[in-house]
Structure formats: C-alpha cells, structure tokens
C-alpha cells in the first residue's frame, strides 16, 4: 500500500527570522531559499510582505528564482496584508497565501479586542478575499493550542466553505503535550465537516521542549503538513526542527503511514549554512546536525558498532550529509573553478567586484590551508558576498601581542572610507583590545550583544567563523568573519557588522509576529 505524503512547510526564512538577531538579507534568504529547494522542501514560506519593504523584497525575489517548491507568504486577516502578500508570490510558479488570526480566549480578548464572532467574520472575509487572488490559500488559527474545540470547530468550518485548503493548527507558545495536541487533531478532524477535503497541518513552538514531539503525535492523529524551521530556529525556545521531523518519520517507517520527499543528503549542509548566516551555533549534542550526533566515546558503544553499525546507530551519518565536506578547490585553482564550485552549492553572487573580493580572499586562505572544503567557500561568502558593495571600513592589517602576565595589545591599520587610519589599544585579551582598537576609530557607540567563535571544518589548520552581534538604535545585526587565525577574524566579524549598520544592509528587528 502507497504511504500517503507528508508535507514539508519550512518557515526559517519567516518564523526563524523572528530570533532577535537572526533577521537575514535579501542575497542571504536567496541562498538559504536555494538549499531549501534543493533539499527538496514543499513549501518555503518566504517571509510577512506587509512587515517591511525589505521583507516583501525579499518574498518577491525568492518567488522568482525558486521553481520546484510552493513559496507561501504570511499575513493577517486584513485585505491591504493580503494584497501586499499576493502581489510579493505573483512570480512564483506556485504560490500560497497563508493567513491567520487569533482564536484563543486570551489572544482575543486581550491581543486583538475582538468578540469571537468578530474574528470569525474577519476570517471568513479574509480567506474569500484571498481566494480572489490565488487558489493554494492556508488558514491558521493563532494560539489554537490554547483555544476552544467548539470554537475552532466553528471557524475552521467557516474557512474550508470559503476556500480554504490548508488547515494549520499552531501550538503557539508551546503549551500542549504530546498526548494532548494528538487528541485535539482528531477531534478537529473527526467534528468539521469536509475535513477530509482540506490538509491538516501544525505548527509546534518548543517552550516546553515539545515541538518535535507535538507535531510527529499530530502525523500520528491524521495531520499531512508539518511547519518546522532548519536548526529548530525561531523566536523564543524556537519551533519544531526540520530535520529532526523528516528522520523521525524516514527512521521509523514502521509507526508511520507516510514519508516525505525531502533529500535528507543536504540537511547538514542546509543546517551549517543556515547557522553561519543567523550567528545561531548549533550544539554539538543536538540531534542529526549536532557535531556530536554520530560520535561514540564509549569503548562499549564504539565496539558494537565496530561489529554491527545499527548496534548503536538508527541511522547513517552520510544519510543525512555528513561526510559530505569534501575537498574541491586548493591553491592552484582559477577564478572559472572557484566561480562554477560556488554555482554547485547553490552561491551566487552578485557582481563581479563581490566575485573577486571573494575570490582574493580564497587565495588568502589557500596560501594558509592546503585543503579548502565547502564549508570554507560558504565561510567566504558569509563575510565577503553579504557585505555593502562599497565597504566603508575595512582591515589592512593587524598586529597583536598577547604574553602570559602581560597585558595584551592590538594595533589595527583600517580603510574609512577611502582613507587610512590607525589606531592601538589594549584589552583583557587579544580579542577585546582588537574590538576596543576599531571602535576608537569607528565611535559607533553600538553595543555587543554577542560574540560567538565555531570551527568550520577539523583539523588545527581550520578556519575558526567568528559571530559578532551589535545593538544599536533598535537595529541588531550579525556581522562574519573566518580566518585561521582567530583574531583577525573576530576584526573582520566586527568591521562586518559595523558595515551593515553603516550600509543599512539589516531590517528593524524583531519583525511583526506569526503563528
């Protein structure tokens, strides 16, 4: 018998975005859009056009370059949300609106100030209106966790008699147990009518640590789209994990009646990119994509898998994208390799004055690392093809003393603005007097909110990604740096995020709330 299909809505590019500092730019979702695709995604819910120019910007250009996954734009129940949403997925070669509003007690009474008949009507008018424009339109009810049956009952029949094909129950704070959210699933399913005409789907945030577990007991119930983020991304503790989900159900074929489509050989990938461009490591325990999620330490779990892999391991490494750092260009290699390598991975940039920034840089690297994996070119493109097209600072050179029982000092050389500056300072460490060197000549006046140092690949001569995460007015920005040695590129994070406050390359943040 056929296993039915379940769908795979992503919501990194929307949801995920909503992490306080993880806000990402128009070439940054298109690169993570791309890796979506080609992971084989259904629906890439692009972002909520009405929050920001930038936002529908961002929506309408991954509606035009994307072709093999649906691309869903958020909005409210108002029609000026819903037009500027169907205007930002016009492009797309298939497109969905995914409208909500809030159902529960609390949200209506003490969010929204509406009766509950109140956001019945408007959310009837809401999915007509939008059925005028597009035929995939998706109707989420807010808070529907904590929300009453009979009156989810109501509004849900509403919205399947005015169009409505996706149903979507969100968890929104992540209140429900698994056991719980189950049997609110099947109730739904089993009391309004034409249920089985729509698609059921859940939306699980992981406050209590549930959204995983939530959304698998809600495919367990009869739910065929689960909305999940890379990483578990997203605001507060963060939403369900794609890839946890996706394996879930792949490892466990036994239990479940279905299985997705996804090419789960480009989840480690998609999860490193995904945590290289949102600052946001991902532990080295955390389950598929930690670092340590296929390492044995035991001798007794090592020596069983030595004799039989599946002793210790439910599944493979490669499976999912290990192993996959492959070798691919060294120091010999031309401009035409470099450029078609980062083609492959789904990296295009966006003239040729970034191309060649990008391309020294990987001259640099390779006098310094004889092997560059792939890990590295997306390392490069973080720092060099997000950066504004005319940076107003940037590193000449360094230099940096640290000795035991001496107090570490920093001299930086910057280009501002066309011009040479200088300066030197002293810190509690090489790092804080490098950081306390430029500031002295930049006088942002922006506050470090984060500072964050990963290994890209192994080995001694790797390049350490350093994260750098500055507040300033209102706006937070991540800025990239890597380089082998870890200083330079904790000055190279640092003149990156300074530049995208100069250059105005981030949105206010955080943006308008979802699901």
């Not at 250009?61 to 205007?87: F, G, N, P, Q, W």
């Not at 992540?174 to 729509?198: C, H, M, T």
């Not at 430029?438 to 922006?446: F, H, K, L, R």
């Not at 500055?470 to 190279?492: C, H, M």
Request: proline share 3%.
């Amino acid at each position: 018998m056929a296993k039915d299909s379940l769908i795979i809505f992503d919501t990194t590019l929307r949801d995920g975005e909503q992490s306080p500092g993880a806000s990402m730019t128009r070439e940054e979702k298109l690169r993570i859009a791309r890796q979506l695709e080609r992971m084989r995604v259904d629906v890439i819910e692009a972002g909520f056009p009405a929050a920001s120019n930038g936002d529908f910007e961002s929506v309408r250009a991954v509606a035009e370059v994307i072709k093999d996954s649906t691309i869903a734009a958020l909005s409210r129940t108002s029609d000026k949300d819903i037009e500027r949403a169907l205007e930002a997925i016009r492009p797309a070669k298939s497109g969905r609106i995914h409208t909500f509003i809030a159902t529960s007690p609390i949200h209506m009474e003490k969010k929204l100030r509406m009766t509950p008949d109140e956001v019945l009507i408007s959310a009837k008018n809401a999915v007509r209106f939008a059925r005028n424009g597009i035929d995939n339109v998706e109707f989420s009810c807010e808070d529907a966790g904590r929300s009453e049956i009979d009156f989810l009952c109501r509004i849900i029949e509403a919205v399947i008699k005015e169009g409505a094909s996706v149903i979507n129950i969100p968890d929104t704070v992540g209140y429900n147990l698994p056991e719980q959210f189950a049997e609110r699933i099947r109730l739904l399913r089993e009391r309004v009518p034409n249920s089985d005409k729509v698609i059921w789907s859940v939306h699980c945030h992981n406050d209590l640590g549930l959204a995983v577990a939530n959304s698998l007991a809600a495919v367990m119930a009869g739910a065929r789209q689960v909305e999940c983020t890379i990483n578990g991304l997203g605001e507060r503790a963060g939403n369900a994990a794609l890839e946890e989900i996706v394996m879930a159900v792949r490892t466990r074929q036994d239990v479940f009646s279905c299985d997705t489509r996804i090419d789960a050989t480009h989840i480690v990938p998609a999860s490193k990119m995904v945590s290289s461009i949102t600052g946001f490591p991902v532990q080295p325990n955390k389950a598929i994509v930690g670092a340590n999620a296929f390492a044995h330490e035991s001798g007794i779990h090592q020596d069983g898998v030595l004799k039989h892999r599946e002793t210790y391991e439910i599944m493979r490494a490669e499976d999912v994208g290990w192993n996959a750092n492959k070798i691919v260009l060294g120091k010999h290699s031309g401009r035409s390799a470099f450029r078609a390598r980062l083609k492959e991975l789904g990296i295009e940039v966006g003239s040729e004055q970034v191309l060649n920034a990008a391309f020294t840089r990987f001259k640099e690297l390779a006098d310094k690392k004889h092997d560059i994996f792939d890990e590295d070119l997306h390392a490069l493109i973080s720092e060099d093809v997000v950066a504004p097209e005319h940076e107003h600072y940037r590193l000449v050179s360094s230099r940096f003393h640290s000795e035991t029982g001496e107090t570490p000092q920093a001299g930086i050389t910057l280009l501002v603005g066309g011009e040479e500056r200088r300066a030197e300072s002293s810190g509690s460490g090489p790092v804080d007097a490098a950081f306390k060197a430029i500031e002295s000549v930049a006088q942002s006046g922006a506050d470090l909110l984060l500072y964050s140092v990963n290994a890209i690949t192994t080995g001694t001569d790797a390049q350490g990604e350093v994260t750098v995460r500055l507040s300033k007015a209102g706006r937070i920005v991540n800025g990239q740096g890597a380089d082998t040695d870890i200083v330079v590129a904790s000055a190279r994070a640092y003149l990156n995020a300074l530049n995208r406050l100069v250059g105005g390359a981030e949105r206010l943040n955080p943006q308008e709330g979802g699901v």
